[in-house]
């Protein structure tokens, strides 16, 4: 069996290693002959036989090294680049937020919410969306879940969340008329070395725009309690497996 497996292997390096030599060979040739050079000049450029371009040229150059592969590119003014594709086991660009959003929705379905992911709050533009809304319509509330990875520009980022949560209370108001209803807005953020740093760098701006009780968020979140009226900011785990309460520093 571990002949057949070795065998396969083999054909099918063989199969891709023929297909990425007629490719580079042709790329070689049209970049030789709109250069005006005959094979021969560029073999004394690169050090190679008129014939080693030759094979090149027409897919068999495998016999020559990554070193004189270099040279021809480098001789041509052409970039050389090997690579290997992306990984398919590794992880999505953005997994810590989708880990973010797992956790909440998950903590929010065991408290009674109907989890909602990318909640468009404008039907005409899908693009301004709510990372989670947990929503429940026996209590008449909604809370506007924005999960963060990484926090970029932090200006920006509330002015989008504070329009997000102005545009979730007109669909409350949609959904449930007149009638008292809560909705609340909380950051939900990746607590990376680099997320913390940014908060402790800053934090009367971080207290001004969340107000709100951290650990009455994280009750609203993970026990279904009322939400807090004032948005607030709570920490995920980095590896997305719980949350926690954000430490306010003391005020001096």
Same mark, same amino acid.
């Given at each position: 069996m571990a002949t057949r497996i070795r065998t396969r292997l083999h054909l099918d390096a063989q199969r891709a290693n023929r297909e990425?030599?007629?490719?580079?060979?042709?790329d070689v040739r049209v970049a030789r002959l709109r250069r005006r050079l005959t094979q021969a000049q560029l073999g004394?450029?690169?050090?190679?036989?008129?014939?080693?371009?030759? !094979?090149?040229? !027409?897919?068999?150059?495998?016999?020559?090294?990554?070193?004189?592969?270099?040279?021809?590119?480098i001789a041509l003014r052409i970039t050389l680049r090997v690579n290997l594709q992306r990984d398919p086991l590794a992880g999505t660009a953005d997994a810590g937020h989708l880990a973010i959003q797992e956790l909440v929705l998950r903590l929010g379905r065991a408290t009674g919410y109907r989890g909602l992911v990318e909640l468009a709050t404008k039907p005409a533009e899908p693009w301004r969306s709510i990372d989670v809304a947990l929503v429940d319509d026996t209590r008449r509330c909604i809370a506007v879940i924005e999960c963060w990875n990484t926090i970029g520009d932090v200006g920006a980022a509330a002015r989008g969340s504070t329009r997000k949560l102005a545009e979730a209370a007109d669909l409350a108001t949609a959904r449930w008329g007149t009638a008292p209803h809560q909705v609340g807005l909380c950051w939900v953020v990746r607590a990376t070395v680099r997320n913390r740093a940014l908060v402790s760098r800053y934090p009367e701006v971080f207290a001004a725009r969340f107000p709100g009780s951290s650990s009455g968020w994280l009750r609203a979140v993970t026990a279904g309690t009322d939400l807090p009226r004032e948005p607030g900011l709570v920490w995920s785990s980095v590896d997305g497996s719980r949350l926690f309460a954000w430490r306010r520093r003391p005020r001096a």
């Open positions: 990425q030599l007629v490719r580079l060979g042709l004394g450029r690169v050090g190679l036989s008129q014939s080693a371009v030759s !094979r090149a040229e !027409r897919g068999l150059g495998g016999g020559l090294t990554l070193d004189a592969w270099q040279r021809i590119a």
